[in-house]
């Protein structure tokens, strides 16, 4: 595709209950990467891949967040049992390398605004 | 563990020069990014810097001194659609595997008519 994409955009969830976004790289990408972005700060990490391998999930905030690759496209980032405090902008990026200096020109999807109520 | 710091907000006039400082502590450090993110939108690359000395991309350049752990973002011949937020990110690496990015706070820059 042409860049990044995300689904969904907007998602509304209850307290309790488990939620999976998705994330669609640029086509050939070696490496993608998931952070979590609050208003008026900058993108957290949370966890990359390179192909299918997950290489870093240092930044998960706890073992209910997860994410795979399986197939060293698409990638699923699923939280389980929601909280409040899950409630932020999830945002992919893509880099056609793994390792720099591709790894420092990441392409960003648009992101999903999850709200947890 | 890493830290970066950058002003949180800087206004400018319209084609004025602009300088974003950004200074960090980190182990395991191999470059320094810059990203643009517009209200709403995603963060998109700007430059990065491997290396110490300055790298031009048309108006915009960027700076590193890896000996002080300090960069910085020019902006010349500033535009109105130059208003957005800009972030810093350090780039850290283990096992040359590819790396993650660590962004700072970013740094809020109103260009004003």
């Known amino acids: 595709g042409a860049g990044v994409s995300q689904s969904p955009r907007y998602k509304v969830t209850k307290r309790g209950q488990d939620v999976a976004l998705r994330c669609d790289p640029i086509?050939?990408?070696?490496?993608l990467y998931w952070y979590r972005q609050a208003l008026g700060q900058g993108p957290e990490f949370l966890t990359y891949?390179?192909?299918?391998?997950?290489?870093?999930k240092s930044g998960l905030p706890n073992d209910r967040f997860s994410a795979e690759r399986p197939e060293g496209s698409i990638s699923t980032l699923t939280i389980q049992r929601t909280e409040q405090r899950d409630s932020a902008m999830y945002r992919c990026?893509?880099?056609?390398?793994?390792?720099?200096?591709?790894?420092?020109?990441?392409?960003f999807g648009p992101g999903t605004r999850l709200t947890v109520t | 563990g890493q830290s970066l710091e950058q002003p949180s907000e800087v206004t400018a006039v319209e084609g004025a020069i602009v300088q974003i400082n950004c200074t960090y502590q980190?182990?395991?450090?191999?470059?320094l990014s810059w990203y643009q993110q517009h209200d709403g939108g995603a963060p998109t690359f700007l430059s990065y810097?491997?290396?110490?000395g300055l790298e031009e991309t048309g108006r915009f350049s960027s700076f590193l001194s890896r000996s002080d752990s300090y960069g910085y973002l020019l902006l010349q011949e500033l535009q109105m659609k130059d208003s957005a937020s800009y972030f810093c990110?350090?780039?850290?690496?283990?096992?040359?595997?590819?790396?993650?990015?660590?962004f700072g706070q970013g740094t809020e820059l109103s260009v004003k008519p």
């Open positions: 891949f390179n192909y299918e391998a997950q290489q870093d």
């Open positions: 990026a893509s880099s056609r390398e793994a390792g720099p200096p591709a790894s420092y020109e990441q392409y």
């Open positions: 810097n491997a290396l110490d």
């Open positions: 086509s050939g990408h070696v490496s």
């Open positions: 980190t182990s395991g450090f191999y470059g």
């Open positions: 990110a350090v780039s850290w690496v283990a096992n040359n595997q590819g790396g993650k990015l660590i």
